[in-house]
């Protein structure tokens, strides 16, 4: 599957922001997006070079969310986001719903 271009992950740190946000997993790039929405500058830091978290690490094709944990509930469903929240998402859903909140 092709996900959205998200742009550079990489680039100068500011010297001053709102908010540092610590991982890049779903509930991390949620909060840059509502940072985003709410005009406060942001950096998200994680230790690898991409976004996905736990998704890309641990998670194969037959990983689902065991969870009904609010990280994973992504409440606004507008736009291109035509999937029903499930209690077992696939890992493909978790994906494409991370780079969608990125994009």
């Known amino acids: ?5 998200i742009g550079p992950l ?3 740190i500011p010297e001053k922001v709102d908010c540092i946000i610590v991982g890049a997993g779903i ?3 949620y909060q840059a997006k509502v940072m985003a929405e709410t005009g406060k500058s942001f950096v998200v ?3 690898y070079h991409k976004i ?4 890309e690490f641990y998670g ?3 990983s689902r969310v065991n969870t009904s944990e ?5 409440l606004e469903k ?14 493909q859903g978790i994906m494409r719903d991370i780079y969608d909140i990125a994009s």
């Not at 609010?70 to 992504?74: A, E, N, V």
């Not at 507008?78 to 890992?91: C, I, L, Q």
């Open 45 to 47: 830091f994680d230790r």
């Open 10 to 12: 990489d680039g100068p």
């Open 60 to 62: 194969n094709d037959c």
């Open 78 to 91: 507008t736009g291109s986001w035509v999937r029903p929240n499930e209690d077992h998402t696939p890992r």
């Open 27 to 29: 509930a991390g790039i």
């Open 52 to 55: 996905e978290g736990v998704w």
């Open 1 to 5: 599957e092709t996900y959205p271009d």
């Open 70 to 74: 609010i990280g994973y509930r992504i």
